[in-house]
């Protein structure tokens, strides 16, 4: 289930609102990549980064989104015929 939030940086004086995500988390290969796009699309920020990860979250709460690099995780060739978020 998501909910709409309300920007607090407005951007021409009208406010943006963006989807909630609730405590997700999200395996990649592409960190900064990632990090990049939710800023983007959701108006994410990083709270918090490690070398093998980063929470994000685009409201008060401390992280609404977890992004994480695991050692042996691979980018998947075949990834469209597979079952996937």
Known sequence: MSTIATSLAPVDGA???YAQFHHNNLMTTRLAEMCDWYATVLGMTVTFEYPMGAWLTNDRANHRLALTMVPG????????????L
């Open 15 to 17: 406010p943006i609102s």
């Open 73 to 84: 995780l691979s980018e998947d060739p075949d990834q469209r015929l597979h079952s996937r």
